[in-house]
């Protein structure tokens, strides 16, 4: 196999190609890249058995058609260091030779024969949603998404679509967010979207896709792009029974306002206890140390009582760091019970902090 392809093209796609590599064991098919041409195109895919890409492409010279495997990270060290000139990659004697006029490279190669299948969209059910507005909003719930939880199935976000709606939730124990779609689905659906898998979706798809499922795997495709992920097996929490059924005060708060009177109190405390008055809200540093930050934001809150909210400002941030409009709703019943946080048809609910 020979192929030929300008120092840009070739390092983008091993760039976007890194995260589905395996990391820890070189040893393994899995660390490679696998390359294939066929009818003057070149698919190059990458693996750890939990997550997959494939990237198609016309934009690669094919002198002679075959296929390699090499090692990605290796491979990619490589062509960064190459001139942005024309790259040749060609395999003589299991061997891929990298050159570019007087540099040479070489890297040893694996019997591509065994490089992991992927799964196929044959027999798979289509996810009915609009997938933009799946991929959009999967971004909003992301950062409430567990990351290492010892209950796997609260370090990826649910999706559960419904005969006239779908909810998209994520939750780390502390903070669960929701969005809501109202729409008709022919078929109901339940599974749990790993987070690294949403993370990777956010960065390669930005236009419609086609979207794929079955017990164990979603794949996702377009022109470029298959990209498939291993589905978690768990039994997500019932989210419903964390969604207040009544709230008692409803505030509307504006954003950048919010944001400002928050950072103000992170130079010295994340955390934070927040005093809402009729009139003000006050905001004060719940650091143990003996430092203080304090600020007032002046603002009508409509309540007829006194309320302490004491939470990681975090979790407020990152969720108005999702919102577009200038204003947001904080929900709340009492101190020191979850209160909420909405703007149209996307919530998070937070867990004071109890002091």
């Known amino acids: 196999m020979k192929i030929k392809v300008s120092k840009q093209i070739l390092e983008s796609i091993l760039i976007n190609l890194q995260p589905f590599l395996e990391k820890k064991d070189a040893s393994q098919i899995t660390s490679h890249i696998f390359f294939k041409t066929e009818n003057n195109r070149c698919f190059i895919k990458a693996t750890d ?10 934009q690669i010279m094919i002198d002679h058609e075959g296929s390699f495997t090499a090692n990605g990270k290796k491979l990619l060290d ?10 040749t990659l060609e395999v003589l004697d299991n061997t891929l030779n990298i050159r570019q006029k007087r540099s040479k ?34 971004k909003k719930i992301s950062s409430s998404i567990d990351n ?20 998209i939730v994520g939750t780390d124990t502390r903070r669960l967010s929701i969005v809501s779609l109202e729409n008709s689905n022919s078929n109901e659906l339940s599974i749990i979207i790993p987070k690294k898998a949403i993370l990777e979706i956010q960065k390669l798809f930005l236009e419609n896709i086609d979207m794929y499922y079955d017990d164990t795997n979603l794949i996702i495709i377009n022109d470029n792009y298959y990209f498939y992920t291993r589905l978690i097996n768990g039994k997500f929490p019932d989210y419903r029974k964390i969604i207040p059924n ?35 809200i006050i905001f004060n540093s719940l650091s143990t140390e003996n430092v203080e930050a304090k600020t007032e934001l002046e603002i009508n809150t409509g309540l007829d009582e006194k309320l302490d909210l004491n939470y990681n400002s975090k979790y407020i ?3 108005i760091s999702q919102i577009d409009s200038d204003h947001f709703e904080l929900l709340i019943n009492e101190t020191n019970i979850p209160f909420v946080l909405k703007e149209n048809n996307f919530m998070t609910i937070i867990m004071p902090i109890v002091v």
């Open 49 to 58: 058995s939990e997550i997959g890409l494939e990237i198609v492409t016309n």
């Open 148 to 167: 290492n939880n010892p209950k796997f199935e609260l370090n990826g976000a649910l999706i559960n679509i419904k005969s006239d709606s779908t909810d």
């Open 246 to 280: 009544t709230i008692k005060h409803t505030i509307v708060l504006p954003k950048k306002s919010m944001i400002s009177s928050i950072k103000m109190i992170t130079t010295i405390s994340q955390e934070i206890k927040m005093t809402i008055l009729s009139d003000r």
């Open 78 to 87: 490589i062509i960064r260091i190459l001139k942005d000139d024309e790259i």
């Open 317 to 319: 941030l990152d969720f």
């Open 105 to 138: 490279f070489k890297l040893p190669t694996f019997d591509f024969n065994s490089f992991p299948k992927f799964p196929t969209i044959e027999d798979k059910p289509k996810v009915t949603i609009n997938s933009q507005n799946l991929i959009q909003n999967l």
